[in-house]
């Protein structure tokens, strides 16, 4: 265990139906970043905070998906009109900003099927 | 810009042999290096990093790698494998100087025969 926690862990739905998934970071961390994991493949980066400002979003992040930290601490990632092609795991992961070697801690993942 | 190249999506060892996954990495810009592990259906587990000095790194649970600049490699090993070791692991790159993503490579499904 890390100290990311996310939830839900699994989540099915219907094509078109919005999904939201929570990510909370361990508590002092500063930066929090989302992934993307199909299946057979790597993560493969999405968007990223600091504090509560998003500081780069993929090209991978279309309209339809958007991330939120209101207040600095959790995260949520918001899918709108899911499509079939939006099942993954969703990762989340945390660190703190310090000069040198920063490590990112990864959550247990959030995985989605779209029916 | 960066990339990260796995060879081989599969690799299969006896139990106490020698583990070698291999990694090449592509970066503009003086990298930082991981290599993480994975277990089925749970997150990503930081097994090493490379930053700066030393070029070989030592991890968790017996495994280690080395950064060797002129082959762009980061190749992981550990001695003896543990049927414990069967995994996904993943290498992966990030700038230097910002840690704000890492790009990660396709993975290696090891898996240990008794």
């Known amino acids: 265990d890390t100290g990311v926690s996310q939830d839900p862990r699994h989540k099915i739905t219907k094509r078109g139906q919005n999904v939201t998934f929570r990510c909370d970071p361990i508590?002092?961390?500063?930066?929090l970043y989302w992934y993307r994991q199909t299946l057979g493949q790597g993560p493969e980066f999405l968007t990223y905070f600091q504090n509560e400002a998003q500081l780069e979003k993929s090209r991978l992040l279309s309209d339809r998906f958007s991330a939120e930290r209101p207040k600095g601490s959790f995260s949520t990632l918001e899918i709108q009109r899911t499509e079939q092609g939006d099942s993954a795991m969703y990762l989340c992961?945390?660190?703190?900003?310090?000069?040198?070697?920063?490590?990112?801690?990864f959550g247990p993942g959030t995985r989605l099927l779209v029916l | 810009a960066q990339s990260v190249t796995q060879l081989g999506s599969h690799v299969s060892v006896s139990e106490g042999a020698l583990v070698l996954l291999r990694c090449n990495y592509s970066s503009s810009v003086p990298p930082y290096l991981f290599w993480y592990v994975q277990y089925p259906n749970q997150g990503l587990q930081l097994l090493l990093k490379y930053t700066t000095g030393a070029t070989l790194v030592k991890g968790i649970n017996g495994f280690e790698a080395e950064f060797k600049k002129s082959e762009t490699s980061f190749h992981l090993t550990k001695p003896s494998a543990h049927m414990s070791d069967a995994a996904e692991y993943f290498c992966?790159?990030?700038?230097?100087?910002?840690?704000?993503?890492?790009?990660f490579g396709s993975g290696t499904r090891l898996s240990i025969r008794p």
């Open positions: 992961a945390s660190s703190l900003e310090a000069s040198g070697s920063e490590t990112q801690y």
């Open positions: 992966a790159v990030s700038l230097y100087s910002s840690a704000s993503k890492i790009i």
């Open positions: 508590s002092e961390h500063n930066r």
